[in-house]
C-alpha cells in the first residue's frame, strides 16, 4: 500500500528564513505528487503538483518542490517565507484511480 | 479556479440522530467526489469514493451502513452519518474532481459534534 511521511511535524522559522519540509512516498510505481496547504480556518488549497516532466515544480506563492524518483521523495521550497505562510503543509500521493494518500502534514509557524 | 462547497460548515447534534453533509461543485462537473475525515492535528484520512450514479468504494474500516453516501448528480454528493455518536464527532471534508485530470479541489469541511 502507499504511505507518505513527512519528517517535521512542527516547523518554526523567521520571517525571510528558507524553508524545506520533507516529503517521501512508498510506492514503486508512477505517482503523480501534490503539495497542499491549510491556513488556519481555511480548505485545503494546491500549491502544486508533479505529474511528469520537469522535476523541478514551481507553485503558488513562491513555493517549488524537487521531485527525486531515487529517493522516492518530493520535499517543499522556499527560499524566504513570509509571516503568511504560517499554515500546515501536506504532501499527498496519487497512484492511479485518482485516490490521494496524505502525510501527517507539517505545521509552519512564521515569527515576525 | 474549480469551486466546491460544503453545508452545514458546523453542526452539532444528539446521539442517535443522523446528519446530512453536502458537497456541491460549483462551476465544474465532478464525476468523482471523495469524503475524508481529519482528526485534530492529523492528516486527512480517506472514507469512500464515489463516483455519480454508482455506489460508493468505502476504504478499509468505514462503516458502510453508518456513513451512507449519494453521489446522485456531476455536482452534488452527500453524506449521511446515521445514528451519529459522540466518536463521530470530527472534521468531515469533501473534494471534487473532473475525469482525466488527477486534480482534486476541496470542500471548505464541515465540523459535526455529536453531543
Known amino acids: 500500500a502507499q504511505s507518505v511521511s513527512q519528517h517535521n511535524h512542527h516547523v518554526i522559522l523567521s520571517e525571510a528564513a528558507s524553508l524545506e519540509l520533507g516529503c517521501n512516498y512508498s510506492?514503486?510505481?508512477?505517482?503523480?505528487l501534490f503539495w497542499y496547504v491549510q491556513y488556519p480556518g481555511q480548505h485545503l488549497q494546491l500549491l502544486l503538483k508533479y505529474f511528469s516532466g520537469d522535476p523541478l515544480v514551481k507553485g503558488i506563492k513562491g513555493f517549488e518542490a524537487e521531485f527525486i524518483k531515487s529517493k522516492f521523495s518530493f520535499n517543499l521550497r522556499k527560499p524566504s517565507v513570509q509571516w503568511s505562510d504560517t499554515a500546515e503543509y501536506f504532501c499527498?500521493?496519487?497512484?492511479?484511480?485518482?485516490?490521494?494518500?496524505f502525510g501527517t502534514g507539517t505545521r509552519l509557524l512564521v515569527s515576525p | 479556479g474549480a469551486v466546491v462547497s460544503q453545508h452545514p460548515s458546523r453542526v452539532i447534534c444528539k446521539s442517535g440522530t443522523s446528519v446530512k453533509i453536502e458537497c456541491r461543485s460549483l462551476?465544474?462537473?465532478?464525476?468523482?467526489m471523495f469524503w475524508y475525515r481529519q482528526f485534530p492535528k492529523q492528516s486527512l484520512m480517506l472514507m469512500a469514493t464515489?463516483?455519480?450514479?454508482?455506489?460508493?468504494?468505502?476504504e478499509q474500516g468505514v462503516e458502510k451502513d453508518k456513513f451512507l453516501i449519494n453521489h446522485a448528480s456531476l455536482t452534488l454528493s452527500t453524506l449521511t452519518v446515521t445514528s451519529a455518536h459522540p466518536e463521530d464527532s470530527s472534521f468531515y471534508i469533501c473534494?471534487?474532481?473532473?475525469?482525466?485530470?488527477?486534480?482534486?479541489?476541496f470542500g471548505p469541511g464541515t465540523r459535526l459534534t455529536v453531543t
Open positions: 499527498a500521493v496519487n497512484a492511479g484511480f485518482q485516490k490521494l494518500v
Open positions: 462551476d465544474f462537473q465532478a464525476t468523482t
Open positions: 473534494s471534487a474532481t473532473e475525469s482525466v485530470i488527477y486534480e482534486q479541489y
Open positions: 510506492y514503486g510505481g508512477t505517482v503523480n
Open positions: 464515489s463516483n455519480e450514479g454508482s455506489k460508493a468504494t468505502y
